[in-house]
């Protein structure tokens, strides 16, 4: 897979670095652990990691690989959306939190049945919530050499994989130091050829200084609309996020997505539903 970053630079007013990276995908014969696109690392305090990709029809799975460098509390969030469409959602997301704040005060049983209901409709979506829907995630760390399964939005709800996915996705997760890797899949009741975009993101902590943006580039086999062996890749020196030499860019034209990943997640998923129907 061929990395690259882009030359400009870029600084905001809070002292946080913003980045961007580029990462090509590959095939489905293909996808596996050791092709896994290279997020970086992170460390507590220090990152947020924020991806946009998509499921393609020849594309039935994802996998992302991160370093973790220090003991602390690790947080993912996923979601289906594009970037497009996501920073005019967050601004009515912000308009429906105020037109909640008004039910809450005015009609508080209403508003209490009307939480409920949205309750148990994401229950029935899973640990992803309605704003996942038609996605899955397993998140694996290496130990002693070998990818071990750590949490799964598909598991039994009361297995470990389950608790810890839970867990994960709250970021209450005690996370120790290692390789993590990321898989991304369909829900099984989705089609396989259905296209479903997603927004990733991760970070350790509750504080960051450098903001990265990854954004996926469809494989060759989705553009030629066929299977293929992956081909020989190349990676520049400074091809990885954690690159010393890596240069900051202009990036706040990612700021809402990526935090549109932190609030209103209810909220936002059933603007996007009912912009879909």
Do not use: C
Not at 25 to 50: C, P, T, W
Not at 232 to 260: C, H, P
């Amino acid at each position: 897979m061929v990395n690259s970053i882009s030359s400009a630079t870029n600084v905001d007013d809070n002292g946080v670095s913003h980045w961007e990276k580029t990462v090509t995908d590959v095939n489905d014969i293909d996808e596996k652990f050791s092709n896994a696109r290279d997020l970086g690392y992170m460390r507590l305090n220090y990152a947020r990691i924020n991806t946009i990709g998509q499921l393609a029809e020849y594309d039935a799975e994802d996998y992302y690989k991160i370093q973790v460098q220090s003991n602390g509390k690790l947080s993912i969030a996923l979601r289906s959306g594009t970037e497009d469409e996501d920073a005019s959602v967050l601004n009515l997301s912000e308009y429906q939190a105020k037109l909640d704040e008004l039910k809450k005060q005015n009609d508080p049983e209403g508003y209490a049945k009307e939480q409920e209901e949205k309750a148990k409709k994401a229950e029935a979506y899973g640990l992803l919530g309605e704003a996942g829907e038609g996605l899955q995630i397993q998140v694996y760390m290496v130990k002693n050499g070998k990818e071990v399964l750590v949490g799964d939005s598909t598991a039994d709800k009361d297995s470990d994989e389950y608790a810890n996915m839970e867990k994960i996705l709250n970021g209450e997760y005690r996370a120790k130091k290692g390789d993590y890797y990321i898989r991304i899949s369909r829900s099984e009741d989705f089609d396989s050829r259905e296209e479903v975009p997603y927004l990733l993101q991760i970070k350790q902590g509750s504080n960051y200084k450098h903001d990265y943006m990854t954004k996926e580039a469809s494989s060759e086999d989705t553009k030629n609309k066929r299977n293929t062996n992956v081909p020989l890749t190349q990676t520049s020196a400074s091809g990885t996020l954690s690159s010393v030499n890596a240069l900051q860019i202009q990036a706040q034209r990612y700021q809402a997505t990526a935090q549109m990943l932190e609030v209103g997640y209810l909220n936002m998923a059933n603007i996007y539903n009912s912009r879909k129907n």
